[in-house]
């Protein structure tokens, strides 16, 4: 392969699993220099998500579990990176084939499983009590993205605090950078964290991450409004699901991020064809071929939509905890750490988001809220 052009050779082994990679990377040190390099580690990314490849599911219970998406055949047990004396670890959020965890002190790291590297994030406390004890904290959620404007992974934690008369709700909002290894305070979010299961209060609030704004997502008409709503990403698209309690849950994407007409029914399960009792179901990703749907139930079961046939086939991986966590991860070589040439570019930026042009084509690469 020596005598083929650089970006042959850069095609060719763009379409290898991350794992296989980093050993051919010992070939030879213009491979090791190639695979390294940005540009080739956003190029296998970029065929990763087109393909539907390189897709793998981290399933955590007690530990954490690693199995691919291509086979789903056994499970095998992962080692993650931070300490915590029962190896108990919360999952944040997965993007580019980089997972968020967090341990039971709360530190928090940037992980990719398939390289084994990580950055620990600067410590952030939470604040249980805030003036002078009038107000406590309800509420504790993260969201974990990518901003394509800054080409910059970043972390979301909103607290929401409630004071002693029921009027008064505060949503703090701080936001990880991974480019400048820090935390900042933005503007509190403008609205409240609800529990419950009425129509009346299922609003879908995104942030962008890039301009650091708030806005409310036009939802599909569901026809009902008994029904508890989640929101994910499916596809590189967003998507919302309408779980009608012991009824059905159906699976809306919409197409063209920020029209509300783009808005399409993928699928729609009843409860019949659910194991147990079927309170919810979460859409994880499409098969390679893209016929298929990948879903969630319950945290106890996992199985395959058709959504020509309209019929579900269970997923049986074994080595599986009885109930479990999932995250869809890819496996790719995007990496935890940002060099010298990028922290350089980035001297000076404090003012910078306030010049960003606001950009709402984030699909799944921003961050969404249920309320």
């Known amino acids: 392969m020596s005598s083929l052009p650089s970006d042959i050779i850069a095609d060719i082994l763009s379409r290898l699993p991350a794992k296989k990679l980093l050993c051919v990377k010992c070939v030879c040190k213009p491979w090791c220099h190639l695979i390294?390099?940005?540009?080739?580690?956003?190029?296998?990314?970029?065929?990763?998500?087109?393909?539907?490849?390189?897709?793998?599911?981290?399933?955590?219970?007690?530990?954490?579990?690693?199995?691919?998406?291509?086979?789903?055949?056994?499970?095998?047990?992962?080692?993650?990176?931070l300490m915590c004396y029962n190896h108990s670890v919360k999952l944040l959020g997965s993007c580019h084939g980089l997972l968020c965890i967090s341990n039971?002190?709360?530190?928090?790291?940037?992980?990719?499983?398939?390289?084994?590297?990580?950055?620990?994030?600067?410590?952030?406390?939470?604040?249980?009590?805030?003036?002078?004890?009038?107000?406590?904290?309800?509420?504790?959620?993260?969201?974990?993205?990518?901003?394509?404007?800054?080409?910059?992974?970043?972390?979301?934690?909103?607290?929401?605090?409630?004071?002693?008369?029921?009027?008064?709700?505060?949503?703090?909002?701080?936001?990880?950078?991974?480019?400048?290894?820090s935390w900042k305070r933005i503007k509190d979010m403008p609205y409240a964290?609800?529990?419950?299961?009425?129509?009346?209060?299922?609003?879908?609030?995104?942030?962008?991450?890039?301009?650091?704004?708030?806005?409310?997502?036009?939802?599909?008409?569901?026809?009902?409004?008994?029904?508890?709503?989640?929101?994910?990403?499916?596809?590189?698209?967003?998507?919302?699901?309408?779980?009608?309690?012991?009824?059905?849950?159906?699976?809306?994407?919409?197409?063209?991020?920020?029209?509300?007409?783009?808005?399409?029914?993928?699928?729609?399960v009843t409860r019949?064809?659910?194991?147990?009792?079927?309170?919810?179901?979460?859409?994880?990703?499409?098969?390679?071929?893209g016929s298929e749907v990948l879903l969630e139930q319950d945290r106890i079961n996992l199985f395959w939509y058709d959504l020509k046939k309209k019929t579900v086939k269970d997923v049986m991986i074994r080595g599986t905890p009885i109930s479990y966590e999932v995250e869809i991860c890819l496996q790719t070589l995007v990496s935890v750490n940002i060099s010298k040439r990028d922290l350089g570019k980035n001297q000076g930026t404090a003012d910078h988001d306030k010049n960003v042009k606001k950009r709402d084509d984030f699909l799944s690469e921003g961050f969404k809220l249920v309320l």
């Open 36 to 81: 390294d390099g940005p540009d080739f580690i956003k190029l296998h990314l970029e065929k990763s998500i087109k393909s539907n490849t390189n897709q793998s599911l981290i399933l955590k219970h007690s530990h954490l579990y690693w199995v691919s998406l291509d086979s789903l055949e056994s499970a095998s047990e992962i080692d993650h990176p």
């Open 104 to 181: 039971i002190v709360d530190d928090m790291a940037f992980w990719n499983p398939s390289t084994r590297k990580h950055r620990v994030l600067p410590f952030m406390s939470l604040e249980l009590r805030r003036y002078t004890g009038s107000s406590v904290c309800s509420v504790c959620v993260f969201g974990f993205g990518y901003d394509i404007t800054n080409d910059d992974y970043k972390l979301v934690r909103v607290a929401q605090f409630r004071g002693t008369e029921i009027s008064f709700v505060e949503c703090e909002v701080k936001v990880f950078s991974l480019r400048r290894n």
């Open 193 to 268: 964290c609800r529990n419950g299961n009425s129509g009346d209060f299922n609003v879908v609030v995104a942030l962008d991450l890039a301009a650091e704004d708030y806005k409310e997502v036009a939802l599909p008409e569901f026809g009902s409004k008994n029904f508890n709503l989640d929101v994910g990403a499916l596809g590189g698209c967003l998507c919302v699901v309408a779980n009608f309690s012991n009824v059905r849950s159906d699976v809306w994407v919409m197409k063209e991020y920020g029209v509300k007409d783009s808005w399409d029914k993928l699928l729609s």
């Open 272 to 289: 019949e064809q659910m194991c147990g009792i079927g309170r919810s179901v979460r859409p994880l990703g499409y098969s390679k071929g």
